[in-house]
């Protein structure tokens, strides 16, 4: 069974940046798309980001378009997700998960496989 666990979350200010990754193990992960998400408190899961098994095919929700990157490796099982200018609505647990089909309309409940989370928390 696939294993999610995502690192790298914390406490910063705004305008400062934060690079978020997931570990996976268990199982084939280089054939599935991956996608970051997110829940602040009280809210909705959100999606925000997704990129492609092979890595060229990226999408990003309109809130964090411009300012954040994905990315992947998947000689070392592994996905990041670049936050720069984060601001105090960015802050949420993100998880990562995943999708065995590629589509560039995801929404947030179209990703299984979700791990734990990092808690990220923008605030001065």
């Known amino acids: 069974q696939l294993q999610l666990v995502e690192s790298g979350g914390g406490l910063v200010q705004p305008g400062e940046s934060l690079t978020l990754t997931c570990a996976a193990s268990?199982?084939?992960?280089?054939?599935?798309?991956v996608g970051w998400i997110r829940q602040a408190p009280g809210k909705e899961v959100d999606f925000v980001a997704a990129?492609?098994?092979?890595?060229?095919?990226?999408l990003y929700s309109d809130p964090v378009k411009g300012r954040f990157t994905i990315s992947r490796d998947n000689g070392k099982s592994m996905v990041y997700l670049q936050m720069n200018n984060l601001k105090p609505e960015d802050t949420a647990v993100y998880s990562c998960?995943?999708?065995?089909?590629?589509?560039?309309?995801?929404?947030?409940?179209?990703?299984?496989?979700w791990g734990k989370g990092t808690q990220v928390t923008v605030s001065w």
């Open positions: 998960a995943t999708a065995t089909y590629w589509s560039f309309s995801y929404r947030a409940e179209d990703f299984t496989s």
């Open positions: 990129v492609a098994w092979n890595g060229l095919n990226t």
């Open positions: 268990g199982r084939t992960f280089c054939n599935l798309a």
